[in-house]
T-cell receptor
C-alpha cells in the first residue's frame, strides 16, 4: 500500500526566508510524485509533479522539488518565501493511472 | 477552459438523510475521482471512475456509491448520513489511461457537507 509522510505540520516563516518541506513516501512500484497547494478559500492546485527524468522539478511561483529515490523523498523548496505563499501544502503519490494518496498536509504561515 | 466544477458548494443535512453531490470534469477528461477531506487531514480516496466503470475504491462503507454518466460527469451518493461524514468532498478529473503513467488529477473546489 502506498503512503505519504509529511514531517512538518505547521511552519511559520518570515518573508524572504528559505523554505523546505519534507515528504517521504512508500510505494512498491513506479511512482509519480506531486505537490499540491491549497490557498485560503481556494481549491487544491497542482504546484509541481515528477514522473521521470531530471529529479529536480521546477513548478509554479518559484517552487521546486527534488526526488531522491534512495531516500524515498520528494522535498519541496523555495529560496525566498512571500506572504502570498501562506497556504497548506500537500505531498502526494500515485502509481500512474491510479488513485492519488495524500499526506496530512503542512500549513505554512508567512509573516510579513 | 473551465476547470472541474462541483455542485452544490455547501450542503447541510441531518443524520440518516442521504445526499447527492455532482461533478463535471474538465473537457476532454474521461476519468473522475472522488475524495473526502476531513478538517486537518489530507484528501482520502473514495472512488475512481473511467468510461462509466468503477476502476478503484477506497476504504469507505457501502453507504458511499457513485456513478459516471456518458458525458463523463459524475455523482457521489452517501446514504444514512452520519456526523462523521461531515467533510469537504473533492472531485478530480484526469485523462485516465490515455495519459498512461503521466496521468495528473485536477481538483474542483469541493462541496462542503455538514451533517447535524
Amino acid at each position: 500500500a502506498q503512503s505519504v509522510s509529511q514531517h512538518n505540520h505547521h511552519v511559520i516563516l518570515s518573508e524572504a526566508a528559505s523554505l523546505e518541506l519534507g515528504c517521504n513516501y512508500s510505494y512498491g512500484g513506479t511512482v509519480n510524485l506531486f505537490w499540491y497547494v491549497q490557498y485560503p478559500g481556494q481549491h487544491l492546485q497542482l504546484l509541481l509533479k515528477y514522473f521521470s527524468g531530471d529529479p529536480l522539478v521546477k513548478g509554479i511561483k518559484g517552487f521546486e522539488a527534488e526526488f531522491i529515490k534512495s531516500k524515498f523523498s520528494f522535498n519541496l523548496r523555495k529560496p525566498s518565501v512571500q506572504w502570498s505563499d501562506t497556504a497548506e501544502y500537500f505531498c502526494a503519490v500515485s502509481g500512474g493511472y491510479q488513485k492519488v494518496t495524500f499526506g496530512i498536509g503542512t500549513k505554512l504561515q508567512v509573516i510579513p | 477552459d473551465a476547470g472541474v466544477t462541483q455542485s452544490p458548494t455547501h450542503l447541510i443535512k441531518t443524520r440518516g438523510q442521504h445526499v447527492t453531490l455532482r461533478c463535471s470534469p474538465i473537457s476532454g477528461h474521461k476519468s473522475v475521482s472522488w475524495y473526502q477531506q476531513v478538517l486537518g487531514q489530507g484528501p482520502q480516496f473514495i472512488f475512481q471512475y473511467y468510461e462509466k466503470e468503477e476502476r478503484g475504491r477506497g476504504n469507505f462503507p457501502d453507504r458511499f456509491s457513485a456513478r459516471q454518466f456518458p458525458n463523463y460527469s459524475s455523482e457521489l451518493n452517501v446514504n444514512a448520513l452520519l456526523l462523521g461524514d461531515s467533510a469537504l468532498y473533492l472531485c478530480a478529473s484526469s485523462l485516465g489511461p490515455l495519459a498512461g503513467d503521466t496521468d495528473t488529477q485536477y481538483f474542483g473546489p469541493g462541496t462542503r457537507l455538514t451533517v447535524l
